[in-house]
C-alpha cells in the first residue's frame, strides 16, 4: 500500500515532469505560456486519472491548477510548487 508521503512525492514528480516537458514544448518563448492551465490538464489528465485511479476532466484540473497557482502566491510564494501543488491535489481529489 502507498503511503499518503509516497503519493505526494509521486505526484510532485509528475508535476516536475509536466514542468520540464511544459518548457521544451515553449523553448521558444523560454516556458513562458500565458495559457499554461490548459496545457498541464491535458498533459496530466490522464496521468492523475492512472495514479489515482480517478476519472478527471479537463475542466476539473484547469480550474484546480489556477487554484493552486493562487493558493501558493498567497500562502506559500517560495514553496517547492510541485509539492505544494501534490499537497493541494490530495486534498481536493484523493
Known sequence: ?????????QV??????TG????????ATDGDDPE????????LQDRFGRLL?????KSELVNFLVMA???????APGADWPTFYA???LEHFA
Not at 510532485?12 to 515532469?17: K, P
Not at 497557482?69 to 498567497?74: M, T, V
Open 53 to 57: 485511479n480517478r476519472a478527471f476532466t
Open 69 to 75: 497557482d493562487k493558493e501558493q502566491s498567497a500562502r
Open 36 to 43: 499554461w492551465p490548459l496545457w498541464y490538464a491535458e498533459y
Open 87 to 89: 499537497t493541494l491535489l
Open 20 to 27: 520540464r516537458v511544459h518548457h521544451q514544448a515553449f523553448i
Open 12 to 17: 510532485a514528480d509528475l508535476f516536475r515532469e
Open 1 to 9: 500500500m502507498t503511503s499518503r508521503a509516497d503519493l505526494i512525492q
